[in-house]
């Protein structure tokens, strides 16, 4: 009997050992993407502002035109993430240029940081809880 709770035990503590480890994402802690870090809605309003008018600079946006139409933050570009030409419309952009992205709430984003990762993007910023959290935080948007 002692011998079975041990092996349970150890059993146990494999287990946990392991979740830790090789936790699957959705345990994982949200935020950025590996390498990317991931901005609150004060740090992209700062970043966008130091940054505009900057050639190498580009704030994506990466819901669908719709609602790109609808409401956006002044100044980005789109690339619908739904569109079947995602990628490849993400592989013609310059990897030499630093990239804001967001999306509706983040989820999207975190989809297209992880083609930008996959593509070789190494200036790359998330912009954690997209245009939702923007308009919370009383930013102006553009139509």
Excluded: H
Aim: charged fraction near 25%.
């Amino acid at each position: 009997m002692t011998c079975m709770k041990t092996i349970c035990w150890m059993a146990g503590i494999a287990v946990l050992a392991c979740a830790f480890l090789f936790r699957p994402s959705f345990l994982r802690a949200q935020g950025a993407v590996e390498g990317y870090p991931a901005l609150s809605p004060s740090e992209a309003r700062e970043t966008i502002a130091k940054r505009s008018g900057d050639p190498g600079f580009v704030l994506l946006d990466v819901r669908t035109p719709k609602e790109f139409n609808e409401e956006r933050i002044d100044g980005a570009v789109m690339v619908d993430y739904l569109s079947p030409s995602f990628r490849g419309e993400m592989a013609k952009l310059d990897r030499k240029k630093t990239y804001l992205v967001y999306c509706r709430t983040g989820n999207r984003t975190n989809g297209a940081l992880k083609v930008m990762r996959e593509l070789g993007f190494p200036n790359v910023y998330d912009f954690a809880g997209g245009i939702t959290k923007w308009k919370e935080a009383g930013f102006p948007t553009a139509r």
